[in-house]
Nanobody
Framework: QVQLVESGGGLVQAGGSLRLSCAAS????????MGWFRRAPGKEREFVAA????????YLADSVKGRFTISRDNAKNTVYLQMNSLKPEDTAVYYC????????????????WGQGTQVTVFS
């Protein structure tokens, strides 16, 4: 069983930065693709970013390209989402997702999900 714990959310002014972390435990982390999704109030969950198990391939939603970066440290069993130039429309609960297949993560069908961390961006 994989357990995921997100951290790093908070309240930030537009234009600011936050770094989210997702710490995984329970399985060999290096074998799993990881992703970040978000759900804004009244909206559907949407894909934000994903990274392959080895970290060689990364994927970003068009809405965050040029502002967000996803990375991972397999030695620390942790994946990161660096969020720069934040906008009020980035306000959402951000969720970490894990699966053995990158494609499954990209489709939002990952086997394991964290509890989420709130990000609020004010103007």
């Amino acid at each position: 069983q994989v357990q995921l714990v997100e951290s790093g959310g908070g309240l930030v002014q537009a234009g600011g930065s936050l770094r989210l972390s997702c710490a995984a435990s329970g399985r060999p982390f290096s074998r799993y693709a990881m992703g970040w999704f978000r759900r804004a109030p009244g909206k559907e969950r949407e894909f934000v970013a994903a990274i392959s198990s080895g970290g060689w391939n990364t994927y970003l939603a068009d809405s965050v390209k040029g502002r967000f970066t996803i990375s991972r440290d397999n030695a620390k069993n942790t994946v990161y989402l660096q969020m720069n130039s934040l906008k009020p429309e980035d306000t959402a609960v951000y969720y970490c997702a894990v699966d053995q297949q990158t494609g499954t993560v990209l489709r939002g069908e990952a086997d394991y999900w964290g509890q989420g961390t709130q990000v609020t961006v004010f103007s």
